[in-house]
């Protein structure tokens, strides 16, 4: 029988040395580094057997840059090494383990160096690898010298007795496909090579192998703890070692514990000590913080202290590169994520490169370091042959946690180890559960995939719904029958069924009741989202248990490309010719492929923000949501709002808050008689900012929250007093000329191409998904009642008395869905009219409705360059289930700039509670008010103003941003109301509550021109 290839076979990496701690500044690591990163011989084999003699030095192949993927070389859209391939769970290749297709693409790669003279002697010569998709084999002078996996872990290779004076030839040979694919299914794109750096090393004889780092805080005595082991090259005890910490005069040899007074490390105070460790041959410094993870009765503690984690889950992700990402875009992430008041990150779903925790530990972060595992593929055949459930697989899986935890235990940020993602249950969970509790026990364990809880320490949870999380912070489990209330859509119905049986096992149920409930992924933010944040962080907020939670996910993951026009854009899966692929599931992230912030990240900030505001019984009530920090260095400032202006502003008397203490706030109590005389259509409004010079260096804006409650509502518009003049043309109202079949033709000298009731936007990436709270979609839902394709009935023109009333019906076509409309005209004068348009639903309608309003089509050339300023809430989009960033003002946009770019385009830039409108058109300005606007009986504050350069219909149309023209014309939309956002795309749909349902509406408008 042939022996299995090595690519297929599955066992440990082959030939490597222990893995160790990486200390990423060379000079403070004490070790000597030649970085082999830069240009390599390359050539592209079709399969993994490629006939080339690793001896061979690749003379006349490519040239190859190094640290990269071979499917993203090359401008965007050469491909000369293939393409990039997205699936979420299936596998692109046969599920049948250990073995993969022949044809797998292969690169050998080829790099000639020489070892510095100064490295002659004693000591051995190691060769570093930090990250290669997805198996390699490395060979020095011809001599093959190991095999290696995990494709996100490092590699290290001892070549000392390969070398040959002069220059010595590395060959690397990389196959895409091998065994380990069947463990690297994560939600992201398949993309192979080298792609985190290569470094050799040298290894002085007496220099420090690992060093394993103790640095405890007990918040009783404030005294921080610190004990440092020391292994030398070959993982034994290394003597002589001196440790020095010169902050806090520690001197002490290795092995030895030091308690002294220190400042701790939190994600709020990131205080780092130099730490030298001194060998007989090397000095290496480490940066320590001193601090306690614990969970006590329940709650996730550090340094003794409760902690919310306001999380996000990271891919590394650059839209050139892939996963080869850079010192600077990875401060950016960090940068970014602390100025949007996110204090935790998930590393989804495989250790970051090491550089990232490091600026973790410098700015202060937590993280949930997870290990390179997801078969999420499996899920798809029953979990057959899982490699989680299946002991031929626990060396691979105990390995990885193994080198996870020896590479990143001395990072204070790091304060949970995570078993893996998506990769089912099984019996190797208990061994890697157990191997890192004998590595370090100093950290909880996570793991989502483990329904008992039996081998972890917190009980994880994605994307259920509110209703389930509200049984579990009570810690109690929702009933079986109460899932199928809680999931009508009956496959994730009959999954958390299953899950249920799991969870009354009593055996584990006590154990999962006493650990902090913690949502590992929540809130999918693919496209216009993710609606309900404030919903799931003000349970978080209110029961101690609940950990906090990771929004799914950073930064959208389309790859820069370009048509064939060579317009640039962000590709995502299906645009690069895959077989099989999940199309723009890809583009979920919270900023764009650029790191440009996404309305959704705008949002997030706004909820997660430190101080927390909310709107109670007329008044504010200010949450301190720091676990350490007071609100010493923060002031409070308040402001009255009518009709855009700034009319009153104060300083608030907001008492000095301990963490977790809260205070109201009442326009009373900061302007007394005035909050009380305070004109129609007056908002109160809170900002909490940083005092003058207290903000961290990396903060851009001081703003820490900010809340707003509306006084009491607008004024009702003046009674119209013209009249309706007859003309041969039909009818003129003020500006506006109606022909004599009830159209509106021109509003002033602007044409209007259609003018009538609305009720379809172009459906989100979450409008477009089944969610777990459906059965059906609601773009479904919409396309069934014909929305998408609505016509208008006139049925009558008339006057009557000092006003035209028109009757219509409008509906789509194939339904008997639809709305009876009646439309009264009248004008103030030759400058000014008003509109009421009073619209009843007809017919059996099969659920909620996008919008309800009236559809304005402006004659316009240069449509997107038309300015609006408005007052209302802005200055960003903002739905029913994303309103905390949008605040009350007076704001100015062009209509190209209200536009948001999703990679996927989607209904989007909606203001909401507008109170006035202008838009400065060609012909001059047309100023919107409104007046009466009511749902269902019941007043709404303004309506909802979306202006676009191109209609609904090209929006769904369009599959890139880059594809939608302006079509001559202005697209506004005046709505009563408008549907939520939910994340029916990964999780639960919209919350009833905020869902616009088939109701009477009232929409009165004064329309005025010049």
Known sequence: MAQRPHHESIVPPQGVIAP?????????????????????????FDQAQTGVDTADPGEGWDEFTVPGHWQLAGAPNEWPYGRPAYTNVVYPIPIDPPFVPTANPTGEYRRLFAVPTEWAGDGRVVLRFEGVDSWFEVSVNGHVLAQSHGSRLPSEIDVTDALRGGQNLLAVRVTQWSAMTYIEDQDQWWLSGIFRSVTLEHRPAGGVGHAVVHSDYDHVTGLGTLRVEVEDAFGAPLAGVRVRVADLGIDVAAGETRSVSVEPWSAEFPRLYDVEVVAPAQTMTLRAGFRTIAILDGVLTVNGAPIKLYGVNRHEFEPRSGRTVTAESMLADVLAMKRHHINAVRTSHYPPDPRFLDLCDEYGMYVIDENDLETHGFELIGWRGNPTDDPTWEPVLVDRVQRMVRRDAHHPSVI??????????GRNLAAMSAAIRELDATRPIHYEGDWSCANVDVYSRMYPDLAEIEWIVRGEDAPAEEYERIYPNTSVSEW????????????????????????????????????GLTDHVDLIDNHPRFAGGFVWEWKDHGIATVDAEATEFHGYGGDFGEELHDGAFIADGLSFPDRTPSPGLTELAAVYAPMGVRERDGGLVVRNRWAFRSTADVVFHAELVTAGDVVASADAAVPVLAPSERHVVTPADVFGERAKDAAPGTWF?????????????????????AGQVLLNPSAALSAASGAVTEAVCGYVVGPVRIDSRGRVIAIGDTTVREARVDAWRAPTDNDRAVGSSSQTSDADDWRNAGLHRLHESIRSVRLDGDALVIEARVAGAGTDCGLAVCTEWRAVDTATADVTIRMTPEGQWPGSLPRLGWLLTLEQQDAAAVLVDWVG????????????????????????????????????????GVTRAVLHLAHGPLTITPGKVTLDGRPQEGFILTARPWSDQAIDAAAHPHELRSDGALHLNVDVAGHGLGTAACGSGVRTADMLRPAPAVLQVRLSVG
């Open 20 to 44: 160790r701690l990486r200390v990423n500044d060379p000079v403070a690591d004490g070790a000597q580094r030649l970085s082999l990163d830069g240009a390599w011989r390359f050539r592209l």
């Open 416 to 425: 949970m180890w995570s078993l893996g993602n998506e990769a089912g249950a």
């Open 496 to 531: 958390n069924v299953d899950r249920a049986r799991v969870l009354a096992d009593d055996a584990n149920a006590a154990r999962r009741r006493s650990q902090p409930f913690l949502l590992c992924e929540y809130s999918h933010a693919m496209g216009n989202g993710p609606g």
């Open 685 to 705: 409004v809170l900002r909490a900012a940083w005092r003058a010079g207290a903000a961290p260096p990396w903060a851009v804006s001081s703003e820490l929250g």
């Open 873 to 912: 809430h802005g200055p960003g989009e903002s739905y029913a289930d994303s309103t905390r960033a949008a605040l009350v003002g007076r704001w100015q946009h062009t209509v190209h700039a209200l536009q948001t770019p999703y990679l996927h385009p989607q209904e989007n830039g909606a203001r909401r």
